[in-house]
């Protein structure tokens, strides 16, 4: 027996070496698994400090919230898809035009959902190039960017065949040796010179939107009233090629008035409402700053957007009148041949308030402040001469 029971203890004793050799591995990878949970904060996805499983208090997903790391100028004009030689030919993709497009809805996340900071991945970094993959749920490469596009351009452009994006042998042929060159857009829509709007309003149904003045003189971007909105929204293909100068657009019903204003209280918060709201369609081109302002625009600044000398965030507000306000030192620098008039040898040396009292700079020239005989426009400092163009 004693042979028999010292066999066995060897035994044991060798059984438990093995289970002790093994140990530390599994206790190490609990430890580490610990140790990783307990390095998340789980308030970065949770709402609540203990969730459970029947109220897990999700919170929105983090990237939803960020606004992208890279600035829409920092965007490539156009980037190259696919493959050369491949069964649907190359893609050359407005990135930059898509960049700025992103900004009125979900932003850079719409593309790059897990990845917006420095560097940008490659997408087959995670989405596989080959259709057989083991995890189902995320979709292969070209499943990945086809539904990119499609979500947008199906609702732009509901028949549109694979040559809309891809290139033909012909073309990929023509245009192997640029392949940096953007291509054009196969359709395009004007955008319109203002838009009329049909309200529910008991007083003043009709509201005319100056688009183009929005757009072009106040330089606000798309991003700035545009959120969250549908492509066809403006890119709407029947219209491609018609007069869209004047639109006319019912509003929608069932708004709240803060709905229905929403965009434009930023800037027009303070207004009457009979300043946007008319019986009739506002038949005037556009904003007038003259008129609503009392300083009308001379050929020098009505080229300048509002922004140029408007600089105060927000809505514009009112700027000093004064030419020093906005240029600094002007009268050491200034050129009086730009007024029409080449000021002779006695004048050339003469303090511009000299001549225009109180700095009234539009108003008539006084001479009586130095010459008792000498008057304007019969006795002219100088030589007159066509006013050189206004630039642009």
Same mark, same amino acid.
């Given at each position: 027996m004693r042979p028999i029971a010292l066999f066995a203890? &060897? &035994? *044991?004793g060798s059984t438990g070496t093995l289970a002790q050799? $093994?140990?530390p591995a599994s206790v190490a990878a $609990?430890?580490?698994a610990r140790s990783a949970a307990a390095s998340l904060d789980c308030r970065a996805c949770h709402t609540a400090v203990t969730p459970t499983k029947e109220a897990p208090a999700l919170a929105a997903c983090p990237r939803l919230q960020v606004k992208g790391y890279h600035a829409v100028a920092e965007a490539p004009v156009a980037i190259t898809l696919g493959k050369a030689g491949a069964k649907y030919g190359? @893609?050359?993709f407005e990135h930059r035009a898509h960049a700025h497009m992103a900004e009125t809805g979900k932003g850079c996340n719409g593309c790059h959902h897990y990845d917006q900071a420095r560097p940008i991945q490659k997408c087959k970094n995670c989405h596989a190039v080959s259709r057989r993959r083991e995890d *189902?749920?995320? #979709?292969? *490469?070209?499943a990945a960017m086809h539904r990119q596009c499609l979500d947008c351009h199906l609702d732009w452009n509901p028949k549109g065949a694979c040559s809309t994006c891809h290139q033909t042998k012909a073309s990929a042929v023509a245009g192997a040796a640029d392949?940096?060159? #953007? #291509?054009? #857009?196969?359709?395009? @829509?004007?955008a319109p010179q203002k838009i009329v709007y049909e309200t529910a309003a008991k007083e003043g149904k009709s509201v005319t939107f100056f688009h183009a003045d929005h757009t072009q003189r106040f330089a606000l971007a798309c991003a700035d009233c545009h959120q969250q909105q549908a492509c066809r929204a403006c890119h709407d293909s029947k219209r491609a090629g018609a007069d869209n100068a004047v639109l006319t657009v019912k509003t929608a019903k069932g708004l709240t008035d803060e709905q229905a204003h929403a965009r434009c209280t930023t800037c027009h918060a303070n207004d009457a409402c009979a300043t946007c709201h008319k019986v009739m369609p506002t038949p005037a081109i556009g904003f007038d700053h003259g008129r609503r302002t009392g300083f009308p625009l001379n050929r020098f600044h009505a080229p300048l957007t509002c922004k140029q000398c408007h600089t105060a965030p927000g809505a514009y507000g009112r700027v000093a009148a004064d030419c020093e306000s906005c240029h600094k030192g002007w009268q050491a620098k200034f050129d009086h041949a730009k007024a029409g008039l080449v000021l002779d040898e006695q004048h050339t040396g003469a303090d511009c308030v000299g001549c225009h009292e109180d700095k009234a700079f539009r108003a008539t020239p006084v001479c009586t402040s130095c010459h008792t005989d000498k008057t304007w426009p019969t006795h002219k400092p100088g030589k007159t001469m066509a006013r050189p163009a206004a630039r642009k």
């Open positions: 203890l &060897i &035994i *044991l050799g $093994r140990a $609990r430890s580490a190359l @893609v050359k *189902l749920s995320k #979709p292969d *490469l070209k392949k940096a060159t #953007p #291509p054009k #857009p196969k359709t395009t @829509v004007a």
